[in-house]
């Protein structure tokens, strides 16, 4: 059974930090692309950053040179380093590890809170 386990998140001041983390169990985490999403109240589930198995990142223009994903795969984890965060940063943030092209795991969210 695939299992992922976000953490990190919480409530924070605008300009402040916090790193979430995905823990992966029960695949292969080494040889699957990893992402992170995130929904806020209202809107749409967004792409925030993903990284190749090789190690290659793409981020939405809206976190550009704010956020970092990384991963460790000795440690089947995948991580979000958030920096200068802004109120509209605020939403539920998910990992999502592709298995398939056609299957995707995700995880069960972790709540950002960015106060003005």
């Known amino acids: 059974q695939v299992t992922l386990v976000e953490s990190g998140g919480g409530l924070v001041q605008a300009g402040g930090s916090l790193r979430l983390s995905c823990a992966a169990s029960?695949?292969?985490?080494?040889?699957?692309?990893m992402g992170w999403y995130r929904q806020a109240p209202g809107k749409q589930r967004e792409l925030v950053a993903a990284i190749t198995t090789g190690g290659s990142t793409n981020y939405a223009d809206s976190v550009k040179g704010r956020f970092t994903i990384s991963r460790d795969n000795a440690k089947n984890a995948v991580y979000l380093q958030m920096s200068s965060l802004k109120p509209e940063d605020t939403a539920v943030y998910y990992c999502k590890l592709e298995a398939t092209r056609l299957l995707d795991y995700w995880g069960q969210g972790t709540q950002v809170t960015v106060s003005s």
């Open positions: 029960g695949i292969a985490f080494s040889s699957r692309p």
